[in-house]
């Protein structure tokens, strides 16, 4: 059943097709109050009650965030001054760096929901070369399974992954695809009838399909 959340989306939508053509603060300004009314304030009440379903389906507590449409433009040569795109993350409360985080996200070009961890470096790099290491079959397991339950795929978001296997470990490693990567997330796309099912319930679903690779960090890191 429809939720009310798919006018946010269109609106989001047609807002950010029109802003890839205009991304500039003179096309903006007069058009802020309309993206704060029609497309962040609904977004954040979307990213509450999502945070609340995400901790009963994990039993962990997540605080949400709506991420700014401004870009940090300082060490960049793309000097666009906004964000084409809406996105939302659940980050879990206990801080842990490779506890891995929910996000939403929506743009003219995709609609997808996923989870996973970012930005590894020094020692949670190691600890995540251990993970996988160690219990490389079950998240791949987890992975294969996503991707045929709901077509989900390792995201191309993050460091790029190095060209070699990683010392000590065997260039030939089960699991070697995993191992070169410095950022580890899993994103789906929405389900087509997510219009019907109503984006609360239908970005749910997406949870749950991927709620087993959640686990083996969960269970692991």
């Known amino acids: 059943m429809a939720d009310g959340f798919e006018t946010m989306v269109d609106d989001a939508v047609r807002f950010f097709t029109e802003l890839e053509q205009n991304n500039s603060k003179a096309w903006f300004e007069p058009r802020k109050a309309h993206y704060k009314e029609a497309i962040a304030g609904p977004a954040g009440f979307f990213a509450d009650l999502m945070a609340e379903d995400i901790a009963r389906l994990t039993g962990k507590a997540h605080r949400p ?3 700014r ?15 084409t795109h809406l996105h ?9 760096a490779l506890a891995p985080s929910w996000f939403w996200g929506l743009a003219p070009s995709y609609f997808i929901v996923g989870m996973g961890i970012m930005g590894l470096k020094g ?4 600890r ?3 993970f996988v290491d160690n219990w490389g079959d079950g998240v ?3 992975l294969d399974g996503a991707a045929q339950s709901v077509g989900a795929q390792i995201s191309d978001w993050g460091s790029e992954p190095l060209k070699k296997v990683p010392k000590p470990y065997d260039p030939d490693h089960a699991h070697a ?13 929405m389900a087509d009838d997510w219009r019907t099912a109503g984006v609360l319930k239908a970005s749910l679903s997406r949870v749950e399909a991927l709620l087993p ?6 269970m692991h890191l």
Do not use: C, G, H
């Open 65 to 67: 965030k709506l991420f």
């Open 213 to 218: 690779v959640w686990q083996q960090f969960d």
């Open 69 to 83: 449409i401004y870009r940090d433009v300082r060490f960049s040569k793309d000097k666009t001054p906004l964000n």
């Open 88 to 96: 939302l993350m659940w980050s879990p409360a206990d801080q842990d």
């Open 177 to 189: 695809d995993l191992l070169r990567r410095k950022a580890l997330a899993v994103s789906a796309p």
């Open 128 to 130: 995540y070369r251990a």
């Open 123 to 126: 020692e949670t790099l190691t």
């Open 140 to 142: 791949q397991e987890a």
